[in-house]
């Protein structure tokens, strides 16, 4: 019977070649994948890539990296899955599923607190990874826009004020300086329709803040932002000349629900829309315990010492002073978290949703 391990060093490269295979060059594409994920798809990280082998080769692997959140000053500790993939010869055996209850059991013992997964296929959604709706898309159409500001191609010498800007943010990955200059390379790797571009932008030959644009050449050619860190009253014109300067026919920038400051008071269409990928609470009480600092800035801490929150086998509750509040399965617990947009609850109102950051960013893995 075959089981899901751990992988060893000695077949790293056999694991990258199968990954390339599955997700690059079956699609006609150059084996980049290494290349674009280089903290997950990493020697370092070794014992996050689970695989399955048989008849003497790796036929399934799954891979997670755990990252580090910042929701508005507490630390939430996350899981990243990314680069699930079977041989096409081997699957529907149930190796990925069978990867993935291995992954979950692996994550909680190193106290993960949540789970990010790239995608939003059956596979997740049945496992309780949820799609939650709490980003705004915001639609920036082509304008010929005059500007007061300068766009500067990237050039590394801007990595400390780069960072600096992206530490201004609420809610965050934490990144290492050698992180975020990885980061900067590795996610922005050509492949397929996609191209980036990468910009800072000045005022009065002063840094002000930075860009990562994403084009999508296909049908139509558009744009998507990755990263964007600049004073919210310069990003509606920035964006509607970029889009003009590259002839994409929009550019798109998602802003969390929660994220009052980066909200755009000019736009050309705006519409609520799902986080990337799927999410889920990997350990309840432990992440409720961390959210408490979180919390308390919202509600008296008297109100706050009277709620509790409690989990039997699949069930989540919530209560205050004992009276409960409601009582969630995971699918529920999630969107209640993370999404909340029809919450009426006074209390729960008040704490969620989190505002949470956009997984697509470069720390995509």
């Given at each position: 019977?075959?089981?899901?391990?751990?992988?060893?060093?000695?077949?790293?490269?056999?694991?990258?070649?199968?990954?390339?295979?599955?997700?690059?060059?079956?699609?006609?594409?150059?084996?980049?994948?290494?290349?674009?994920?280089?903290?997950?798809?990493?020697?370092?990280?070794?014992?996050?890539?689970?695989?399955?082998?048989?008849?003497?080769?790796?036929?399934?692997?799954?891979?997670?990296?755990?990252?580090?959140?910042?929701?508005?000053?507490?630390?939430?500790?996350?899981?990243?899955?990314?680069?699930?993939?079977?041989?096409?010869?081997?699957?529907?055996?149930?190796?990925?599923?069978?990867?993935?209850?291995?992954?979950?059991?692996?994550?909680?013992?190193?106290?993960?607190?949540?789970?990010?997964?790239?995608?939003?296929?059956?596979?997740?959604?049945?496992?309780?990874?949820?799609?939650?709706?709490?980003?705004?898309?915001?639609?920036?159409?082509?304008?010929?826009?005059?500007?007061?500001?300068?766009?500067?191609?990237?050039?590394?010498?801007?990595?400390?004020?780069?960072?600096?800007?992206?530490?201004?943010?609420?809610?965050?990955?934490?990144?290492?300086?050698?992180?975020?200059?990885?980061?900067?390379?590795?996610?922005?790797?050509?492949?397929?329709?996609?191209?980036?571009?990468?910009?800072?932008?000045?005022?009065?030959?002063?840094?002000?803040?930075?860009?990562?644009?994403?084009?999508?050449?296909?049908?139509?050619?558009?744009?998507?932002?990755?990263?964007l860190s600049l004073p919210n009253k310069y990003v509606y014109d920035l964006l509607s000349h970029m889009a003009k300067q590259y002839s994409l026919k929009y550019i798109k920038y998602y802003v969390h629900i929660k994220d009052y400051v980066n909200q755009l008071e000019?736009?050309?269409?705006?519409?609520?829309?799902?986080?990337?990928?799927?999410?889920?609470?990997?350990?309840?009480?432990?992440?409720?315990?961390?959210?408490?600092?979180?919390m308390a800035q919202y509600m008296d801490e008297q109100m706050l010492d009277n709620l509790t929150f409690t989990q039997e086998k699949d069930i989540y509750k919530m209560k205050y002073k004992n009276q409960e509040l409601k009582s969630y399965n995971l699918d529920e617990?999630?969107?209640?978290?993370?999404?909340?947009?029809?919450?009426?609850?006074?209390?729960?109102?008040?704490?969620?949703?989190?505002?949470?950051?956009?997984?697509?960013?470069?720390?995509?893995?």
């Amino acid at each position: 019977m075959v089981e899901p391990r751990a992988a060893k060093l000695e077949e790293f490269d056999h694991i990258i070649n199968h990954i390339n295979n599955v997700f690059r060059i079956n699609r006609g594409y150059n084996p980049t994948m290494q290349q674009e994920f280089p903290l997950l798809l990493n020697k370092n990280n070794i014992d996050n890539i689970i695989v399955i082998k048989e008849d003497g080769k790796i036929v399934s692997a799954v891979n997670f990296l755990i990252q580090e959140i910042m929701v508005e000053g507490v630390s939430l500790k996350s899981a990243s899955i990314g680069a699930v993939c079977t041989d096409p010869d081997y699957e529907k055996r149930g190796y990925s599923s069978k990867i993935l209850d291995y992954v979950e059991k692996q994550i909680y013992d190193k106290g993960v607190d949540l789970l990010l997964i790239s995608g939003n296929r059956n596979l997740y959604t049945r496992r309780m990874a949820t799609q939650v709706k709490c980003f705004y898309r915001y639609n920036i159409q082509p304008k010929n826009v005059n500007l007061d500001i300068s766009i500067n191609e990237y050039n590394e010498k801007y990595i400390p004020e780069m960072i600096k800007r992206y530490n201004q943010n609420g809610t965050k990955f934490y990144r290492t300086k050698k992180n975020f200059e990885i980061l900067l390379n590795s996610a922005t790797i050509p492949w397929g329709n996609y191209s980036y571009k990468k910009f800072v932008i000045k005022k009065k030959n002063e840094f002000i803040g930075y860009m990562v644009l994403r084009i999508i050449d296909e049908k139509e050619k558009w744009g998507q932002i990755i990263e964007l860190s600049l004073p919210n009253k310069y990003v509606y014109d920035l964006l509607s000349h970029m889009a003009k300067q590259y002839s994409l026919k929009y550019i798109k920038y998602y802003v969390h629900i929660k994220d009052y400051v980066n909200q755009l008071e000019n736009f050309d269409k705006r519409e609520l829309d799902f986080l990337r990928g799927t999410v889920k609470v990997i350990n309840f009480s432990q992440m409720m315990r961390k959210l408490y600092k979180y919390m308390a800035q919202y509600m008296d801490e008297q109100m706050l010492d009277n709620l509790t929150f409690t989990q039997e086998k699949d069930i989540y509750k919530m209560k205050y002073k004992n009276q409960e509040l409601k009582s969630y399965n995971l699918d529920e617990l999630n969107k209640l978290i993370f999404e909340n947009t029809n919450e009426k609850n006074e209390i729960l109102s008040k704490i969620f949703p989190l505002n949470f950051i956009w997984p697509a960013n470069l720390n995509f893995q």
